[in-house]
């Protein structure tokens, strides 16, 4: 019976779906140069230690842990050595240090090598590359009463009904933190905010930098109902995802105003 061939399992490169994957592979490699150059050679090859061997086998676990073990990268240098030069049985200490440093240098010429080349698939994969909504969605620092009504509508496709969602909140939850439940629209926020007898208010009404700051805000509520809210609960002009997470941020922006405002009424 003839003995089946051993057939050597297919090369594959390693597919990155993201900068933030690859950025985690290149701070594992920096790591490893790290661990490599901090060694001590001429003291862990006369006392014995076991410094060099780590590195060692850290570095190829490395590499195949970040090239992945059928990748180009791992069989080229999965069984990388820190060593340089002939190598023979009995060799004494002065014999084996130069040999390990020049060792040393070519292994930290290898990962910076697998370094550039990784930089170079990170600028490959964000080139003209649009990040996914949910993930421009979670890089953005919402507030949580915006984030619980918008999150799923815009991820799931309905970016304007996620502004609407989000436009409502803002509403609800300023007359939660003024109490005037029995206002709303722009008559709630030219009540809550008013320049002369507010609810909330943003400083300490001191002067006229003051007010005029206390007036500013309050035709920014106001614009975010007539501009946002009362045309989303109607016929929204459609537009595309990004410009809905600009108004998506904007509302939060007002939310977070509305948490820092002070109750004087």
């Excluded at 850290?58 to 990388?80: A, L, Q």
């Excluded at 003051?210 to 805000?217: F, T, V, W």
């Amino acid at each position: 019976m003839t003995a089946k061939r051993y057939e050597p399992p297919p090369i594959e490169p390693r597919e990155f779906r993201s900068p933030e994957e690859i950025d985690i592979a290149i701070g594992k490699l920096h790591r490893r140069i790290e661990q490599l150059e901090s060694v001590d050679i001429p003291t862990s090859v006369a006392r014995g230690t076991a410094a060099i061997a780590v590195c060692r086998s850290n570095i190829r676990d490395t590499i195949r842990e970040v090239f992945g073990p059928n990748s180009p990268e791992f069989k080229e240098h999965g069984h990388i050595d820190i060593w340089v030069g002939a190598f023979r049985r009995g060799m004494s200490v002065p014999e084996i240090i130069p040999t390990t440093q020049r060792g040393r240098v070519r292994v930290v010429g290898i990962l910076n090598g697998l370094l550039a080349r990784l930089e170079e698939r990170k600028t490959d994969l964000t080139t003209g590359r649009t990040l996914p909504i949910s993930t421009a969605f979670d890089r953005v620092d919402l507030h949580p009463r915006i984030t619980e009504v918008s999150r799923d509508l815009l991820i799931d496709g309905h970016p304007w009904d996620a502004v609407f969602a989000a436009s409502k909140a803002l509403v609800n939850y300023v007359k939660e933190r003024s109490g005037r439940h029995d206002l709303d629209g722009a008559p709630l926020m030219r009540d809550v905010f008013s320049r002369n007898n507010p609810v909330l208010v943003f400083n300490d009404l001191v002067g006229q930098t003051d007010r005029d700051e206390q007036e500013g805000m309050m035709h920014l509520f106001e614009g975010a109902v007539l501009a946002i809210r009362n045309p989303g609960g109607h016929s929204f002009p459609e537009g595309s995802e990004e410009r809905a997470m600009e108004y998506i941020s904007f509302l939060s922006l007002l939310a977070d105003r509305v948490q820092e405002a002070k109750k004087i009424r």
